[in-house]
């Protein structure tokens, strides 16, 4: 076997996906390898975590598992519209930028129209600027908003901004599709309930993350408006996200629902993100990008010094604006936070000698 490149004992800050299963899902797994069980969704294991998603949300509504955020953004989109509509996203957004062009795969190919919007959100004026572009049938016909929370990059929306894009899609006949990655994310920045950022601000469905909090593996699609998951499983089949053994993904969704460890997971990669971005404030030649809202940290540092922070062994995208992306996930920690920020002040510090001007390590 060749050579690791990354240091395991080593906490990274590429992505919440670097970060291994949280206990409470681990365990739920394990208690659901006990003996055999119905296959294709038809265990115990899948209705309580669909009656438990039902509960956090208040509301009946349908649940759908699948393996990853591209199936469950593109089938969920699939569903919403057919193959002559569009579908208007932020211009940072994933669906657009990183799927792969799954969203039109799926969809038989729905076009994507980009919306701009300051922060990574999308702003009402727009979307309500590209329904009203064209009305003739020479071009797609806006059918869906997708919106992403929290967004690409790092900020959430707020219950008021849901609201108001709300009137909006209202206004045009827009289906309201929810990108969720980071939803659990956006819930503890938010300090609302889950409904508030969802189906009481028009979401029609939503893909709710789970890897990045502390899953093995797995999303739950989430349709508040039951009506729209007609034959959905269909969908899911076709695409290859029918699991054979759904216990185990259903499982962990079980593991941290039940105690909680969906929005204390999220807190705590919200709160090293916040400690984070206020340690790299205080050296000097470093420009935060956008204001941390949820659990990443987007930094212009220079390129020198990035590629230093590499050889050292650490891990993080640059991406978005050209700044370092440096995302904390479940299990970072205070200490991971100190020991990347020792690097980067003493690199900086390396870099400021001919100037005189020292940062303090």
């Known amino acids: 076997m060749g050579e690791i490149s990354i240091t395991a004992d080593r906490h990274q800050f590429a992505s919440d996906n670097y970060a291994g299963a949280c206990p409470e899902a681990w365990q739920a797994m394990a208690e659901a390898n006990r003996g055999h069980a119905p296959a294709y969704g038809d265990d115990d294991w899948t209705a309580r975590a669909s009656g438990l998603l039902r509960e956090l949300f208040e509301v009946d509504c349908e649940v759908f598992f699948v ?41 038989n190919g729905t076009k994507i129209l980009l919306a701009q919007g300051e922060a990574g959100r999308i702003h009402p004026e727009a ?72 189906w009481k601000v028009g979401v029609d469905v939503l893909c709710f993350g789970g890897t990045k909090i ?53 807190t705590q990669a919200n709160r090293c993100a916040l400690l984070l971005e206020s340690r790299l404030r205080e050296i000097p ?40 992306r440096l995302m904390c996930s479940w299990d970072t920690t205070e200490a991971d936070v100190e020991a990347i920020v020792h690097d980067i002040k003493e690199l900086m510090n390396q870099r400021s000698v001919k100037t005189g001007t020292r940062v303090e390590v």
């Open 67 to 107: 393996f990853n955020g591209t199936a469950a953004n593109a089938l969920a989109l699939a569903s919403l519209c057919q193959s002559y509509h569009g579908i208007i996203c932020h211009e940072l957004a994933h669906v657009e930028t990183d799927e792969c062009g799954a969203p039109e795969f799926f969809s």
């Open 127 to 198: 979307v309500h600027q590209l329904v009203t572009k064209r009305s003739d049938i020479h071009y797609p016909k806006p059918r869906v908003l997708s919106l992403t929370q929290a967004t690409e990059v790092g900020t959430v929306y707020s219950v008021a901004q849901l609201q108001a894009l709300q009137e909006v899609a209202q206004r045009h006949g827009l289906r309201v599709h929810m990108d969720g990655a980071r939803f659990s994310n956006a819930v503890a920045a938010a300090g609302v309930a889950p409904k508030d950022l969802t």
């Open 214 to 266: 502390g899953m093995a593996f797995g999303e739950a699609i989430v349709f508040f408006n039951r009506e729209l998951a007609h034959e959905f499983a269909y969908r899911c089949k076709q695409a290859g996200q029918l699991a054979s053994k759904m216990r185990f993904l259903a499982a962990q969704w079980v593991g941290i629902l039940e105690s909680g460890a969906w929005l204390r997971n999220a």
């Open 285 to 324: 030649g470093l420009e935060i990008l956008w204001d941390c809202e949820a659990n990443s940290v987007f930094v212009m540092i220079p390129e020198e010094i990035r590629n230093q922070l590499r050889a050292k062994g650490w891990r993080f995208y640059t991406f978005i604006g050209g700044g370092a």
